[in-house]
């Protein structure tokens, strides 16, 4: 069973920053699969932030390009975002996730399989 445990959360201003990791064991090995972070806004529905795939391709959603940064440490089998200018709009709980395959992944929450707990980005004005 694959796990993944976020941490890294919490409240800032707008302009700041933040480092989200994604800490991940059991059968999942970072480098293998399409890896993403996710954001679930109250009342809205949860939409892709970032993927690296497994060949380190990125993608990106339009509202963060420039900003935040997917990577990954193989060795710690850990995802990272970071998350630079933050915006009240990046207010959110923030999912990591893993896809069924390695490549060919984008930001649709359907190709993802597995998923973290989540954890809180709060950004005020």
């Known amino acids: 069973q694959a796990q993944l445990v976020e941490s890294g959360g919490g409240s800032v201003q707008s302009g700041g920053s933040l480092r989200l990791s994604c800490l991940a064991s059991?059968?999942?090995?970072?480098?293998?699969?399409?890896m993403g972070w996710f954001r679930q806004a109250p009342g809205k529905e949860r939409e892709g932030v970032a993927v690296i795939e497994s060949g380190g391709h990125t993608t990106y959603a339009d509202s963060v390009k420039g900003r935040f940064t997917i990577s990954r440490d193989n060795a710690e089998n850990t995802l990272y975002l970071q998350m630079n200018n933050l915006e009240p709009e990046d207010t959110a709980m923030y999912y990591c996730?893993?896809?069924?395959?390695?490549?060919?992944?984008?930001?649709?929450?359907?190709?993802?399989?597995?998923w973290g707990q989540g954890t809180q980005v709060t950004v005020s004005s």
């Open positions: 996730a893993r896809a069924w395959q390695g490549w060919g992944c984008t930001l649709m929450v359907t190709e993802y399989i597995y």
């Open positions: 059991g059968y999942t090995t970072l480098s293998s699969y399409c």
